[in-house]
């Protein structure tokens, strides 16, 4: 589309040597109209990349309001000619606008292609494909909708000698310091590349829409013609510029984008970040190293870091200096001598390889030999923190956004708590309001599926206490799951409550509704906490599986440790909860008879925790109840071996029988009669990953010691596996002890001899040990 008032200039989306040169380019023509490839359904929120609050990395967002799977982001960086462009035109008021297919049709597309996706799968799964026809019909409709990517800009770097396209523009165009000519070089390479490389190369899903947009944006190149524009100037990504430079028919177009769906969709601005800039995040326009580049943009704006200047410094030297404070501020050894060896070794490598500047590659490759001596550690620590960054953009309070959006806003102002691109630990003490009500609102968060934090794993031991670990870092795609969550109201308290009603409505497992109770107390929602705790007696009341039972005792037992700390009152939970241990008691016999060894091992696993629980909740009748059950299982004949020995070992801690007792179950279950896999299974639950039994009770040692002993060679063989798995759950120590009584015998274990002396020192730290322990003088 030859026109002598229309000005094209192909850039890559996120490159300050196309920025720097577009931005010269700009000023030189004066364009009268700028059209910039974009989604046109943001055109209203151009007005907003002049405001001061406006501070990139940002992205537009758009999405649909009635399906929240259709949502497409739009990311600019400072460095991203786009946002050059769009900085020209709207300062200086000149139209401009986004020429791209527009969202609302793009994403009605997908939709229909998610479709397709489904059926596919169903092919693809209930198909019997044997022939090599029906096996070529399915891969081509696999293609269609999963297309191959691949990279046209390899071709041009295989033949110029680099390994791949983002390093073959990187050093042509990124990192060049000359600009001009750029763009008319950049129609020529993409022009020659469109000739050989096949439309279809990535897939004809991938082609239809190509061709789509490509005749949308020419459309929208003739109406500004049309209005009179002197000076048209279009920014579009270099691939697109020939097949927009060609000749073809508006009615040729028109037939192109005739018929297209659509969906209502609605458009904001977002904060993003450079990490999720570069091609690891999953974004398909990214960048390898955005902090580099943010760097070279800095460096020709004439910014640089505190103390180095860009007119004195050169890119290798400045770009050092920030590895240097880096490292130092991690306690890692970089000296001067260290920068001036490793600039001297950069431009030297740049000379060798036909360079004017070190490179990013050439910068790496110093830093490693002189800095770091070979170590990739330290590597790692400049990539993420320098290369990539964790840079986050900001967004004024003026741009359009939901209220729950509001909501959240003004919560984190006013608990002060900033949202960051950079991973940071927040430590809370719960007897501080302020503090409370962060835990308050990270949980209700959590209940969104806005999971900004994420406690962190130490903070089990300090659980039920009043204190809470987090591990906070903000992600820009919480913006799109904000709009998601607004249907469940316009602030976070209502959204929550709403959102645990709609699940307790879906949940039928009483652990996953207990696990629910814990978290809506955490989050202090008083609406969730009843409508959950309904739905949980409820589901109680028609279940009848002992296993489900009391496999939703911990969680709900849990609670009890938070006491006064979170102002909570315990006495409906309790309720349900001393129910729950009641009939989950009356039916966990029954529920261990006829197990096979993996169902036992599984119901192992659940009644521990239970047992647990049972002992924090401290109530009299359902303790007995527990108490009961355990007995039960104990000396049972039908019950799964492992869940025996478990149950007596149980009891036998608890003190609710004596060793004479347990004794009894030990030679009873130990004894020539019983069948030696049973036998060990039974230890192995009695053991129950534990060796104190064994170290302090000489019966209990004697007993396993004399059965161990009568075993025929063949039944020992038979036990062994299972023996050793119990005992590799002991500790070394303990392990070392048990090898040494063995060894030596119960009744030759060495004893040491005690002068009187020695007593007299050793009563020394009684009474304070005494004091210590609370115990009477």
Known sequence: MADSTVHYFGIRHHGPGCARSLRAALA??????????????????????????????????????????????????????????????????????????????????????????????????????????????????MEAVFPQHHDPMDALAHAAGFADGESWWNHIVEERGDSEDLFAAIHEAMAALREEWPDDARGPRAAEREMQREAHMRQCIREAVGQGHARIAVVCGAWHVPALQAKHTAKADAALLKGLPKIKVSATWVPWTYRHLTWASGYGAGVDSPGWYDYLWQRSQGGGDVGTSPAVASRASGWLARVARLLREHQLDCSSAHIIEASRLSDTLAALRGRAEPGLEELNEAVRTVICMGASAPLELIHRALTVSDR???????????PLQRDIEQAQKSLRLKPEALERTLDL???????????????????????????????????????ETWRLQWQPEFALRIIEATHFGPTVELAANACVAEQCASLTRLDALAELVDTVLLADLDTAVQAVSHALQTQAAITGDAVQLISAVPPLA???????????????????????????????????????????????????????????????????????????????????????????????????????????????NLSAGALPLEAAQWLDGFLNRNAMVLLHDAAVWSLVDAWLAELADAHFLQVVPLLRRSFANFSQSE???????????????????????????????????RLLLGLPA
């Open 392 to 402: 986050m953009g900001q967004v004024p309070p003026e741009v359009p956004a939901v």
């Open 735 to 769: 392990r070392r002890e048990l090898g040494g009584r063995a060894a030596h015998g119960v009744k030759a274990v060495p004893v040491v001899a005690v002068s009187d002396g020695d007593a007299v020192r050793a009563a020394l730290p009684v009474p304070t040990l």
């Open 28 to 141: 030189s023509l004066q364009p009268d109209c700028l059209l910039i490839e974009g989604p046109p359904d943001a055109d209203a929120l151009l007005p907003f990349v002049t405001h001061a609050g406006l501070c990139p990395p940002v992205a537009l967002l758009v999405h649909s309001p009635d399906d929240t799977h259709a949502s497409a982001f739009y990311p600019f960086a400072e460095f991203s000619p786009e946002w050059q462009a769009l900085q020209h035109g709207v300062s200086r008021g000149i139209p401009t606008r986004f020429i791209d297919l527009p969202q609302a049709v793009r994403l009605a597309q997908d939709k229909l292609y998610r479709e397709k996706e489904d059926a596919i799968e169903k092919i693809a799964v209930g198909a019997d494909v044997t022939g090599a026809d029906a096996e070529k019909g399915l891969e081509s409709a």
């Open 558 to 668: 849990r609670v009890f440790r938070y006491g006064s700390v979170r102002q909570m009152d315990g006495d409906l939970l309790a309720k349900i909860l001393d129910g729950l241990i009641t009939r989950g008691a009356i039916g966990l016999p029954l529920a261990c008879h006829s197990l096979d060894d993996s169902a036992a091992e599984t119901l192992r696993d659940t009644l521990l925790p239970a047992h647990d629980a049972v002992g924090l909740r401290d109530s009299a009748e359902p303790s007995q109840a527990w108490q009961q059950a355990l007995h039960q299982i104990a000396v049972g004949d039908a019950c799964h071996a492992l869940l025996r020995g478990l149950c007596c070992r149980l009891l036998l801690d608890a003190g609710h029988i004596d060793q004479a007792q347990a004794a009894v179950q030990l030679s009873r």
């Open 429 to 467: 003490d719960l007897r501080n309001t302020n503090d409370l009500a962060r835990s308050h609102l990270l949980h209700r968060l959590r209940l969104l599926g806005i999971r900004w934090g994420e406690l962190a794993r130490s903070d089990r031991a300090n659980r039920g206490t009043f204190r």
